[in-house]
T-cell receptor, first 115, second 115 residues
């Protein structure tokens, strides 16, 4: 089975801090994704990556950056955390395949609180 | 841009009753469609997917979904729900601009099961 591991289940940080959320997958997937999940808004894509050192902006990239130095690891960075970034963050990965019929596999999420 | 609408925010059904969760999409060609389930405190798990062929798709846990192009719908059904089906359900559509590997999610439907 595919395993997507997010480094923390719960995280509390202060306004203005630089925050790192880590995600590791063990199935050699090319694609990796970061979402945030808020009540009533569903999942919104922040960034995704289709290869090492490659990244694409999603729907809400403002205030975030990402890093993918190794294929299995995709990091989400909050450059200067703000209270409106308090949310559940979900990482996902998928196998790249022409036609796009590969599902995304999700981690259990990191619930981040910014005080 | 493609979009997904889940018109029901919250549904309550009795254990053993049938279930239908609605999903409407906005996309010109044949979409790549997915249903995911999220149990409390966990990430998302794929229930089923549709790309082409038979419009009635079988998934895990006894779920099925029917693609209806004329109604732009991909409703999820289960003939008899179990208490363990209580969760949040998300419909998603692939983005053809990214080979359908990037997904747009609906806002979710929360399912409550009463004894």
């Amino acid at each position: 089975d595919v395993k997507v591991t997010q480094s923390s289940r719960y995280l509390v940080k202060r306004t203005g801090e630089k925050v790192f959320l880590e995600c590791v997958q063990d199935m050699d997937h090319e694609n990796m994704f970061w979402y945030r999940q808020d009540p009533g808004l569903g999942l919104r894509l922040i960034y995704f990556s289709y290869d090492v050192k490659m990244k694409e902006k999603g729907d809400i990239p403002e205030g975030y950056s990402v890093s993918r130095e190794k294929k299995e690891r995709f990091s989400l960075i909050l450059e200067s955390a703000s209270t409106n970034q308090t949310s559940m963050y979900l990482c996902a990965s998928s196998l790249s395949f022409q036609g796009g019929n590969q599902p995304q596999h999700f981690g259990d999420g990191t619930r981040l609180s910014i005080l | 841009a493609q979009s997904v609408t889940q018109p029901d925010i919250h549904i309550t059904v009795s254990e053993g009753a049938s279930l239908e969760l609605r999903c409407n999409y906005s996309y010109g060609a044949t979409p790549y469609l997915f249903w995911y389930v999220q149990s409390p405190g966990q990430g998302l798990q794929l229930l089923l997917k549709y790309f082409s062929g038979d419009t009635l798709v079988q998934g895990i846990k006894g779920f099925e979904a029917e693609f209806k192009r004329s109604q732009s719908s991909f409703n999820l059904r289960k003939p008899s729900v179990h208490w363990s089906d209580a969760a949040e359900y998300f419909c998603a559509v692939g983005d053809p601009n990214f080979g359908n590997e990037k997904l747009t999610f609906g806002t979710g439907t929360r399912l409550t099961i009463i004894p």
